[in-house]
């Protein structure tokens, strides 16, 4: 997957001095590297039998619907609070200043379907956890967790206990 991190652009100092952000948008924007970033995402989950794919604004969105229409299923977007239409589930966590939240549509996972959660990066983990919790508050059964990058320093598997997650790429 070397070509595919060589498609990654790195950002120093952003959002703020000391971090250091992989920039997909570069991958993205390449034909090449975006098909073999979908195929490499959606790969464990062919005859999964996958209902849905749930993905976590923003870049999840991109990723997971790509990854959806691979795998011939449905797409469910998690979003920010206030931007859902319908009904929704909440889901608050915490961050390094403070907290933000998730939702869901109450509807969108009914009737136990079988899930797999995407998005592009896990980092501390905590946005992913309340995706997670989120698809099993609207009924779903999570199969997989899984994300383009994962930086291993921050541990994030660990707030994914008993969760399958799969990463394309770690640092």
Do not use: W
């Not at 703020?16 to 034909?31: A, C, E, R, V």
């Not at 749930?54 to 990723?63: D, K, M, N, Q």
């Not at 011939?72 to 889901?91: N, Q, T, W, Y």
């Amino acid at each position: 997957m070397d070509h595919l991190k060589a498609k990654i652009r790195h950002v120093p100092d952003f959002p703020k001095p000391g971090i250091l952000f992989y920039d997909i948008t570069t991958l993205l924007s390449d034909q090449q590297g975006f098909r073999d970033t979908v195929d490499a995402l959606a790969a464990p989950y062919m005859g999964e039998d996958i209902d849905q794919v749930v993905g976590i604004e923003s870049r999840g969105f991109i990723l997971g619907a790509a990854v959806a229409t691979t795998l011939g299923c449905g797409f469910v977007p998690i979003r920010k609070p206030g931007k859902l239409p319908a009904a929704s589930f909440r889901e608050s966590y915490n961050l390094e200043y403070g907290t933000d939240a998730l939702e869901i549509h109450q509807d969108a996972c009914a009737g136990n379907q079988r899930i797999l959660v995407v998005d592009d990066v896990l980092a501390t983990g905590g946005t992913a956890r309340a995706a997670v919790d989120l698809v099993k508050k609207a009924g779903g059964k999570v199969l997989g967790v899984a994300f383009l990058i994962e930086l291993d320093f921050l541990n994030g598997r660990a707030k994914l206990p008993g969760e399958p997650v799969y990463s394309v790429l770690r640092y």
